[in-house]
C-alpha cells in the first residue's frame, strides 16, 4: 500500500465483484463480463434514450439558440442571444452543440447528447475511483450507486452545462487520484489527464470550474501533507495545459470585447456569489438546497448518513495522510460548502458532489456485503429503510390530496422558494397538477412497495437482495420520471408559443416579447421561432449597466411599441403574465385579436387574421 492508497491489482486476472485475494477463471481479454462493463451499458439507454424529448425548456434553448447563432455569423467568440452578447458562460457548450447541429440539425438531440454522454461517462470514472481508492473489487459498486441516483438523470439529460461540468471535475479527480496512486513517482500521464480536465472545466464553466477541483486538490495535498507530490517542473507544465486549453478563448473574446473581463469576473462571479446583482437571482432557501442535494443520491438517501459517518470515523483512525475517504470528503464538503454560503444557489449547484457521495455509499455497501468488521449498522439501515417506506407511502397519500383539493399549497411552495418559475394559482396549471395526481400517487406507492421489500429483505440479513431492491426500483421511477418531463413540456417549454406565432407572423412581420427578468430567457421563443425578435423593454431594468440592450434597435419603449402596434403593420406580440401588465397598451390596437397561448404567455395580434392551427 501507498501512502494509504491500495495500488492497482495485476490485470492477467480479474477480481473485479470478487472478494479480496479470489480469482475468476475468466481470461483479462473478456472485460465484457466485468461489473462495471455490465452496469454502464445497463444504464446508457436510460441517459441517452428519447433524447429528442421533451422539447427544450428555455435554459436550455438558450445554450441551443446562442449555438445556432454562433453557426449563422460564423463567430465562434463572441456568444450572442438574439442578437446581444452574451458573456453569461464560457463557449464549450455552445461549441458542441453546434457541432451537433451542423452534423444532425437543429433538434433537442442535437442540444442534449453530448450532456447526456458526459453524464453517463461518468460511470467508469467513478468507477475507475472506486479502484484507485479503495481497491480493485470496490469499482464497481460506486459506480452502479451513481448510475442509480436520480439527480444525474434528472439533470444531466439537459441541454446546459452541468453534466458536463460534473464530468470534468470527477476526470480531474480521478488524474489526481492515480498520481496519489503512483506517488512518489505520479509521472505525466494522469496528471496530464487532471490538468486537461482542468482546463476543459474552466472552458465549460468559467473560473468555478478551475477553482473548485483545484480547491479540492489542494487542500487534500495540504492536509495529507503532499505539497511536494508534483515537482516545480510538473507544475509548470501542468498549468501550461490548462492555459493552452482554456485561455485562447479568454484572450480572444477580451481582444474582441473589451468590456467582457468586468462583465464576467464581476458580474458572473463576485457579484452573483454575494447577491450583488440586479435584478436578483433566483436564489432557493438553504435548508431547501441541503435536502435536494440529498434527494439527488436517491435511492441511497436512507444510507447516505451512515455512509459519511463511517467515512469520517475511517478518516479519523487512519489519520489524514492513510485515508481514503479524506478526498471524496473534501469534495462533498467544497460544493456543498460553498454554494450553502453563496446568496445565489440554484438546487443543482452540488450535483458536481454525487459522484463523491457514490463513493462513500459504494464502500458502505461494500462493507456491508464483504462481511468487513466492524461493519455498518444493519440496524441503522432497518429503520432508515422502514423509515423511507413510511415516508413514500406517506408522500402519496400527501400527493393525492396536494395535487387534488389542496393545491394551494403547492403554488404557495413555488411562490416562496422559486418565485420567478412562473407558477400561478389557477388556470393551466391547476389543470396540470390534476394531470399527473394519479401518475404521481401510484409513483411513490411503487417506490413505497419497492422500499418495503428492501426492508424486509433488512430483516433477513439479506443485504444483496436490499441492494437488488433499490437498484430495480429505479427502472420503473426513470420512465416515470421522462414522463413527467413530457407532461410538464407547455409549461417549461416556449415551442408552443413559438409555434402560435409562427402561425401568423411571416419571416419580415415585427415580433415583440416583453423584457424578461433576465435576458437568457428570452432564448426560448427565438431558437424555436429560428429568427430574432425585438424586445418591449420594462422600465425597472432602465439604468442598469450589466443589461446590455443591443443592438438598441430591437428594445422598444412603450412609445415605440405604441407607434408599431397601431400602425397599418401587421404586429405579433408575446405577452407573459409573470411580467409587467401591459394591458393597457394593447387595447389601443383597434383589432387586438388573441392568437392563442400557453400557460401564462399568450400570443396576440394587432388586426384580425386566419388563424391556422399550429402542429402540436
Request: hydrophobic share 50%; glycine share 8%; charged share 15%.
Amino acid at each position: 500500500m501507498k501512502d494509504g492508497f491500495h495500488p492497482p491489482i495485476p490485470a492477467p486476472t480479474d477480481t473485479e465483484g470478487c472478494p479480496d485475494g479470489a480469482q475468476t477463471h475468466l481470461p483479462s481479454s473478456q472485460w465484457w463480463r466485468k461489473p462495471t462493463f455490465l452496469v454502464a451499458i445497463v444504464a446508457l439507454p436510460f441517459f441517452l434514450l428519447d433524447l429528442g424529448f421533451p422539447a427544450l425548456n428555455d435554459g436550455e434553448a438558450m445554450y441551443a439558440e446562442i449555438a445556432r447563432e454562433m453557426r449563422l455569423n460564423q463567430d465562434w467568440i463572441t456568444p450572442r442571444l438574439n442578437e446581444t452578447r452574451h458573456f453569461d458562460k464560457p463557449p464549450f457548450t455552445y461549441w458542441v452543440i453546434a457541432l451537433n447541429q451542423m452534423i444532425i440539425g437543429e433538434s433537442e438531440v442535437a442540444a442534449r447528447f453530448w450532456q447526456a454522454l458526459a453524464a453517463w461517462g461518468i460511470i467508469p470514472v467513478v468507477a475507475a475511483l472506486g479502484r484507485s481508492l479503495y481497491g480493485m473489487r470496490k469499482g464497481w459498486l460506486p459506480a452502479l450507486i451513481y448510475a442509480t441516483s436520480i439527480g444525474m438523470h434528472i439533470f444531466g439529460r439537459l441541454g446546459m452545462p452541468d453534466a458536463l461540468l460534473c464530468f470534468w471535475i470527477a476526470l480531474a479527480i480521478l488524474g489526481y487520484a492515480r498520481c496519489l496512486e503512483n506517488a512518489p513517482q505520479p509521472g505525466t500521464r494522469w496528471m496530464f489527464v487532471m490538468c486537461a480536465a482542468l482546463g476543459f472545466a474552466t472552458l465549460t464553466k468559467g473560473l468555478v470550474g478551475l477553482a473548485l477541483p483545484l480547491a479540492i486538490i489542494g487542500i487534500h495535498m495540504l492536509l495529507t501533507r503532499r505539497l511536494d507530490l508534483f515537482s516545480k517542473r510538473q507544475v509548470v507544465g501542468g498549468a501550461a495545459v490548462v492555459c493552452l486549453i482554456s485561455l485562447p478563448w479568454y484572450l480572444a473574446v477580451g481582444m474582441v470585447n473589451p468590456d467582457f473581463a468586468g462583465y464576467f469576473i464581476i458580474r458572473e462571479h463576485v457579484m452573483r456569489f454575494t447577491g450583488g446583482r440586479y435584478p436578483p437571482d433566483e436564489s432557493v432557501a438553504l435548508p431547501l438546497f441541503l435536502v435536494l442535494t440529498l434527494l439527488w443520491t436517491f435511492p441511497w438517501v436512507s444510507v447516505v448518513p451512515q455512509a459519511l459517518i463511517r467515512a469520517f470515523r475511517r478518516v479519523h483512525l487512519s489519520g489524514l495522510r492513510g485515508s481514503a475517504d479524506l478526498l471524496p470528503l473534501i469534495w462533498i464538503l467544497v460544493f456543498v460548502g460553498l454554494f450553502s454560503a453563496s446568496r445565489s444557489r440554484l438546487e443543482y449547484y452540488a450535483l458536481p458532489a454525487v459522484p463523491a457521495l457514490a463513493l462513500l455509499v459504494g464502500k458502505f455497501w461494500d462493507d456491508l456485503l464483504g462481511g468487513e468488521v466492524p461493519g455498518p449498522s444493519t440496524r441503522a439501515l432497518k429503520m432508515s429503510l422502514g423509515i423511507a417506506a413510511m415516508a413514500a407511502a406517506t408522500a402519496a397519500t400527501g400527493a393525492w390530496i396536494v395535487l387534488g383539493p389542496q393545491k394551494e399549497i403547492v403554488f404557495r411552495i413555488f411562490q416562496e422558494s422559486w418565485p420567478t418559475s412562473g407558477w400561478v394559482a389557477g388556470g393551466d396549471h391547476a389543470v396540470l397538477l390534476e394531470k399527473i395526481r394519479l401518475p404521481a400517487m401510484a409513483s411513490l406507492m411503487g417506490v413505497a412497495l419497492f422500499l418495503g421489500g428492501a426492508f424486509r429483505a433488512s430483516l433477513g440479513e439479506r443485504p444483496g437482495a436490499v441492494l437488488a431492491f433499490l437498484v430495480a426500483m429505479m427502472a420503473p421511477l426513470l420512465v416515470m420520471v421522462h414522463w413527467g418531463f413530457l407532461v410538464m413540456e407547455p409549461f417549461q417549454s416556449s415551442k408552443t408559443v413559438a409555434q402560435w406565432t409562427l402561425s401568423v407572423a411571416s419571416p419580415e412581420e415585427m415580433v415583440i416579447v416583453q423584457e424578461p427578468h433576465e435576458h437568457m430567457w428570452i432564448g426560448g421563443i427565438t431558437y424555436y421561432l429560428k429568427r430574432p425578435v425585438h424586445i418591449l423593454k420594462d422600465p425597472r431594468f432602465e439604468g442598469i449597466a450589466a443589461r446590455r440592450r443591443e443592438p438598441p434597435e430591437r428594445f422598444l419603449d412603450d412609445q415605440a411599441m405604441l407607434r408599431h402596434w397601431t400602425s397599418p403593420e401587421k404586429v405579433v406580440m408575446v405577452t407573459d403574465e409573470d411580467r409587467r401588465d401591459i394591458g393597457s397598451l394593447l387595447r389601443q390596437a383597434p383589432q387586438m385579436h388573441l392568437v392563442g397561448g400557453s400557460f401564462n404567455r399568450k400570443v396576440v395580434v394587432n388586426r384580425k387574421t386566419p388563424l391556422p392551427v399550429p402542429s402540436p
